[in-house]
C-alpha cells in the first residue's frame, strides 16, 4: 500500500517537476509569476492529442507535437504580450495580471476549440501495468517517469556545459551585472520561453496519456507547478524538482487519508502558507522582495 | 521650561549585519532634547542605518534604544512614530499620486477602527477633525512657502520643493524626535536657511534634532553636537569646533571621499 | 420587460463587487486576485441558512454580511506580509481554497450539486419574487454600496488607505497602522461582497460553484481595473458595460457552450489590452505605480 502511494506521489511529482522547471526556468529570466504558462502546457496537451488524430504513429510523436506547439505559443506570449510591457518598463503587478489575462484568454480559446468534455491521449486497450516492488505501474506512468529524468537531465547538461546554458545562468543570478558584461538578456529570455514552455507542453501531452485532457487542466498545473517551485525556491532548479515531488508525496498522502477531492486545497493552502512564513521557500535562494 | 539637560534618545550597543557587512558596530549613543545633533560619516558608515534601526524600519542584531522613555526594541515603526519620533529619508520619500496638502494631512492621524467608525456614522466628528487639521496643515505650508501649491500632485513638485514637502509632514507629525536624512542635499541658498530657521525653531521648543548631513559649512553652523560615524562605529563626538580640528576624523575624510570643509 | 430588470439586478450585484474590490485594489492598493471567495461565502450563508435552517432572507443576508466580513478579515493576512505579485497569488490562493471548499464539503454545501430553492426575499406578507421589486433591492445595494464606499474613502480613514498605496513606508512613518487598516479595509471588502452574494442567491434561487471559481476572482479583477482604480463610478460603469452587454449575446442566438467560452476570451483580451494600453482604465484616478 505505501508503495503505491510513494510510485503514485512520483509519477505526479514528476509531472509536477516538468511544470516548475519550465516555470522556474521562464521566472529566472523575467521575474514575475508567468501564469498564463498554465496555459501553454494546456496547449500542448491538445496539440498532442490532434497530432496524434491526424498522423497517428507512436505517443512521442504526439509529445514532440505538444512541445513544439507550447514553445511557439509561449515565445509568442512573450513577443506579443510581455515585450511591450518591457519597453513600458510596467510593474510586475501590470504584467501578471496582463498574464492572468492571457490565461483566461488561451484557456477558453481551447475550450471552445474542443468543447468542454474530458479527452485522453490513450489509445488501444489498457495495459494491465507492470508489478514494481509491490506497486502497479502502467506503461504511461513509465514514461512519465523516464522522461522526466531524461529531459532533467538534458536540462542540467544544457546550463552547466553550453554558452547558452551559462548565459542564462548569468541573467538568472544578476541581469543587471549580466547586461554589462554583455550577455543581451533577449536572447535569453526567447531562450527561457522556447525551453521552458516546451517543457510545459511534455507536461500537458504526458497528463493528457496518462490521466486526461480537459480544458481547465492548466489551472491546478501551474498553481501546482508554482508552489512547487515556491516551496522549493523560486530560482532553484534542483529546489524546483525537490518542491515538485514533495508536493506529489503530499498529495498521495492526502488522497489515501482525506481524499482525492481534497488534494487540492491542502496544496494551496501549502502555497499560502509558505507565502505568508516562509516565502524564500526550503532551498532559501529567492531573493526576498 | 527647559529640557536642555534631558536624554530624549539613548542607544546601546547596537550592532547590525548585512551580508556579512558589519553595518553597525556595536555603537552607543545619546540625544539630548533641544539640541542639534549633526550625525557625520564618509559614505557607508551606517548613519541611515542607525536611523532605520531608531525609527524600527530595522531590527537590530543586538543592542537596544530607548526613545523618550520608552525601550523600543521589536515596536513597529508607526509605533515609534506615535511617540514622537519622525524621521526623513535620504531619497525623498512621499506620496506622489496625492496632493501636497494631502501628503501633510496624513499626518494628523486618527487610529484606524475609530477613523472607520466616524466615516460611517459621525460624519460630524470627521469634519471638525478635517477642519482642523487642514487649517494645521495649511499653516505649515505657509511657514515652507508651499501654500499656494496645496492642491499640485507631489509627483509633479521640483526637487527643491520635494525637500520641503517632506520636512513640512515630518513637522505635521509634531515631533520630540526629528530626525532628518540629508535634509538640505539639492536645496538652493534660500531654502537652506529656511530649513536652517525652521530647524532653530524646533530647537527653541525643545525637540531633540538629528540632522545626517553631507555639507559641512551647513554641520557646523547649526549643530550643537557632532556625532563622526565611521564603519559603524562612533568614530568621535563633541562640539563643531572640536571635531573640525580632530585628527582622526581628518584622517578618515580625507583619506575616503569628499572634505572636511565644503 | 422582466429581462431587462434580470440584467439590471446582476449590473448592481456585480457593481457592488466591483467596488467592493475598489477598495482593496484602488484605494489600499492592495492586490486582491481572490474577491470570488467573498462572493461565495455571502451567497453560501444565506442559501444554507435560508435553505437548510429556515431563517428568513434578511437574517440570511445579514449573516452574510458578517460572515463575509470574518472571512475578509482572515484574507487579509497575507496582505500584511506580502506585496506585489506575491500578494496577488496569495490572494488568488485564498480563493482557491474557498472554491475547493464549497465544491468538496459535501455536507454543508451539497458541492457541485449546488443549493436550490432558496426563497426570495420577503418581508411579512410581501414576497419581493417580482422581478421589478427585486431589482429595487439590488438598485438599493448599489446605491447603499456606493454611498458608504465614498463616505469611507472621502475620510481621513480613506486619507490613510491612499498613503498606504503610494508608499507604505512613509504611512508608517507618520504613525498609520498599516495592519489595521489593511484588516479593517479587507472586512469591509468581504462585508459588502458577502452581501452581494446573498443577493445573487436569493435572485437567481440557485447557487454552485462554478459561478465563484478562480477565474471569476478574475473577472471581478477585470471590472474593477476596466473601471479605473480608485473610481467608484467607473467600477458602476465598468460592471453596466462588461457585465449588461454581454446578456445582449444570449440574444444572438449563440449556443451557451459557444457564448460561455467567447465572453471569457473576451475578458481576458480586455485584460490584456487594459495593461498594455491603458492600465488606469476608463476612470482610473491613479495609475500603477510605474517605479518599483
Known amino acids: ?289 | 521650561m527647559s529640557h536642555n539637560t534631558d536624554i530624549a534618545l539613548w542607544a546601546s550597543g547596537l550592532t547590525k549585519v548585512f551580508d556579512g557587512v558589519l553595518a553597525l558596530n556595536n555603537l552607543s549613543l545619546s540625544i539630548q532634547s533641544g539640541v542639534i545633533t549633526a550625525l557625520i560619516g564618509p559614505n557607508g558608515a551606517g548613519k541611515t542605518t542607525l536611523l532605520n534601526v531608531i525609527s524600527g524600519f530595522l531590527r537590530p542584531d543586538h543592542g537596544m534604544v530607548m526613545a523618550l522613555g520608552h525601550d523600543v526594541r521589536g515596536m513597529p515603526p508607526e509605533g515609534i512614530a506615535r511617540l514622537g519620533v519622525t524621521r526623513t529619508f535620504q531619497n525623498i520619500r512621499l506620496l506622489p499620486q496625492m496632493t501636497v496638502i494631502e501628503n501633510v494631512l496624513v499626518a494628523s492621524r486618527l487610529p484606524a477602527l475609530r477613523g472607520l467608525y466616524y466615516a460611517v456614522f459621525r460624519r460630524g466628528a470627521v469634519h471638525a477633525f478635517e477642519e482642523a487639521a487642514r487649517k494645521s496643515a495649511l499653516a505649515l505650508l505657509r511657514r515652507i512657502g508651499l501654500e499656494d501649491r496645496q492642491s499640485h500632485l507631489a509627483m509633479n513638485l521640483s526637487h527643491g520643493q520635494r525637500k520641503l514637502l517632506e520636512l513640512a509632514r515630518a513637522l505635521a507629525c509634531k515631533p520630540r524626535i526629528l530626525m532628518l536624512d540629508e535634509p538640505i542635499a539639492g536645496l538652493f541658498p534660500e531654502m537652506v536657511s529656511q530649513v536652517e530657521q525652521l530647524l532653530l525653531d524646533l530647537r527653541q521648543d525643545g525637540t531633540a534634532i538629528v540632522v545626517v548631513e553631507h555639507r559641512m559649512d551647513f554641520v557646523m553652523r547649526i549643530s550643537d553636537v557632532v556625532i563622526v560615524l565611521h564603519n559603524g562605529a562612533k568614530l568621535a563626538e563633541g562640539t563643531p569646533k572640536d571635531i573640525s580640528r580632530n585628527d582622526q576624523v581628518l584622517q578618515v575624510y580625507l583619506g575616503g571621499s569628499g572634505s572636511v570643509d565644503s | 420587460m422582466e429581462y431587462v430588470l434580470h440584467i439590471l439586478t446582476m449590473v448592481c450585484i456585480y457593481a457592488g463587487l466591483a467596488m467592493s474590490l475598489n477598495l482593496t485594489v484602488g484605494f489600499a492598493g492592495q492586490p486582491n486576485v481572490g474577491h470570488a471567495a467573498f462572493f461565495c461565502v455571502g451567497a453560501y450563508t444565506s442559501a444554507i441558512l435560508t435553505v437548510g435552517c429556515g431563517a428568513s432572507p434578511p437574517l440570511g443576508m445579514a449573516c452574510a454580511v458578517l460572515l463575509g466580513s470574518v472571512t475578509g478579515a482572515l484574507a487579509s493576512a497575507p496582505a500584511l506580509r506580502l506585496k506585489g505579485d506575491y500578494l496577488a497569488l496569495a490572494t488568488f490562493g485564498t480563493g482557491v481554497i474557498i472554491h475547493a471548499l464549497a465544491k468538496n464539503w459535501v455536507a454543508m454545501t451539497r458541492g457541485p450539486m449546488g443549493i436550490p430553492g432558496i426563497p426570495s426575499v420577503s418581508f411579512g406578507n410581501v414576497t419581493l419574487s417580482y422581478p421589478s421589486a427585486f431589482c429595487a433591492v439590488a438598485v438599493a445595494y448599489a446605491a447603499v454600496t456606493y454611498t458608504l464606499c465614498h463616505l469611507v474613502v472621502s475620510s481621513p480613514f480613506g486619507l490613510a488607505l491612499r498613503a498606504i498605496r503610494e508608499d507604505e513606508t512613509v504611512a508608517k512613518s507618520t504613525g498609520i497602522s498599516s495592519s489595521a487598516h489593511k484588516i479593517l479595509v479587507f472586512a469591509l471588502s468581504g462585508a459588502l461582497a458577502g452581501l452581494a452574494g446573498a443577493l445573487f442567491a436569493h435572485h437567481i434561487t440557485f447557487i454552485d460553484p462554478s459561478t465563484f471559481t478562480p477565474m471569476d476572482s478574475l473577472v471581478l479583477l477585470l471590472i474593477t481595473v476596466f473601471g479605473g482604480m480608485g473610481s467608484l463610478a467607473g467600477s458602476c460603469l465598468a460592471a453596466l458595460v462588461l457585465i449588461g452587454f454581454p446578456e445582449i449575446l444570449r440574444y444572438l442566438g449563440l449556443p451557451v457552450i459557444v457564448v460561455g467560452p467567447l465572453r471569457q476570451m473576451a475578458y481576458g483580451l480586455l485584460l490584456v489590452m487594459l495593461m498594455l494600453w491603458r492600465p488606469q482604465g476608463l476612470l482610473g484616478k491613479y495609475r500603477w505605480s510605474w517605479c518599483t
Request: a positive charge; proline letters at 3%.
Open chain 1, 1 to 289: 500500500m505505501v508503495q503505491q502511494l510513494v510510485v503514485n506521489g512520483l509519477i505526479a511529482g514528476c509531472i509536477y517537476a516538468l511544470v516548475a522547471l519550465g516555470f522556474a526556468l521562464i521566472y529566472r529570466t523575467i521575474r514575475f509569476f508567468h501564469f498564463a504558462h498554465g496555459a501553454v502546457i494546456t496547449l500542448g496537451g491538445y496539440a498532442a492529442y490532434t497530432a496524434r488524430n491526424a498522423l497517428g504513429g507512436p505517443m512521442w510523436v504526439g509529445i514532440v507535437f505538444g512541445a513544439l506547439a507550447a514553445s511557439v505559443l509561449g515565445l509568442a506570449i512573450d513577443c506579443l504580450v510581455y515585450r511591450p510591457l518591457r519597453r513600458r518598463k510596467a510593474p510586475d503587478l501590470v504584467f501578471l495580471i496582463a498574464s492572468f489575462g492571457v490565461f483566461l484568454f488561451v484557456q477558453n480559446a481551447i475550450q471552445l476549440a474542443y468543447g468542454p468534455g474530458i479527452l485522453s491521449l490513450k489509445t488501444g486497450p489498457i495495459s494491465k501495468g507492470h508489478d514494481l516492488l509491490g506497486a502497479i505501474v502502467t506503461d504511461a506512468q513509465i514514461v512519465v517517469i523516464v522522461t522526466t529524468v531524461l529531459l532533467t537531465a538534458i536540462l542540467w547538461a544544457l546550463l552547466r556545459f553550453t554558452d547558452l546554458g551559462r548565459r542564462m545562468r548569468a541573467v538568472a543570478d544578476d541581469s543587471l551585472g549580466a547586461s554589462v558584461i554583455g550577455i543581451n538578456p533577449k536572447s535569453v529570455i526567447v531562450a527561457s520561453f522556447g525551453i521552458g514552455s516546451a517543457l510545459g507542453g511534455v507536461a500537458g501531452a504526458l497528463v493528457g496519456w496518462e490521466t486526461n485532457l480537459e480544458p481547465t487542466m492548466g489551472l491546478t498545473l501551474i498553481l501546482k507547478g508554482i508552489v512547487a517551485s515556491i516551496v522549493g525556491g523560486i530560482v532553484s532548479i534542483p529546489g524546483a524538482i525537490m518542491g515538485a515531488i514533495l508536493i506529489g508525496l503530499i498529495e498521495s498522502l492526502v488522497a489515501w487519508t482525506l481524499g482525492a477531492q481534497w488534494q487540492d486545497l491542502v496544496t494551496f493552502a501549502v502555497l499560502v502558507g509558505f507565502l505568508l512564513l516562509r516565502p524564500t521557500g526550503i532551498a532559501g535562494l529567492a531573493r526576498e522582495r
